[in-house]
C-alpha cells in the first residue's frame, strides 16, 4: 500500500483519510515519528492488535453469530482436516 503526499510550505502534510481509518487515528492523535536510514515511520499511539481486529471484522461474514475462529474450526473439520 503506497500513496504520495504533499508537504506543505509550513512542513506538514496529511496522512491519507484510508490510513488513519486502519490505524484508528482521529485529529488530535499523537503519533510517534521515527527516523530509519532513509525512511520517515510513523507510528500509531494505538494497540496493534485492536487495529488487526478492525481490519479482520470488514472482511468477516455478516451473518456471522459466535466466534469466527469455532466456525473455521467447524468448517475444517468437515472437510477432514481435523480428526
Known amino acids: 500500500m503506497e500513496q504520495t503526499v ?3 510550505s509550513n512542513g506538514s502534510m496529511t496522512i491519507p483519510n484510508e490510513y488513519r481509518q486502519i490505524l ?12 530509519k536510514g532513509n525512511k520517515l515511520v510513523l507510528v500509531s499511539p494505538h494497540d496493534p492488535v ?26 475444517r473439520r468437515r472437510e477432514g482436516f481435523y480428526e
Do not use: C, H, N
Not at 24 to 35: F, H, N, Y
Not at 52 to 75: M, N
Open 6 to 8: 504533499t508537504i506543505d
Open 24 to 35: 484508528g487515528l482521529s485529529a488530535g492523535d499523537k503519533i510517534t515519528v521515527q527516523l
Open 50 to 75: 485492536k487495529i488487526v481486529q478492525k481490519i479482520v471484522k470488514r472482511y468477516a461474514p455478516r451473518d456471522s453469530k459466535g466466534s469466527i475462529v469455532d466456525e473455521l474450526i467447524a468448517e
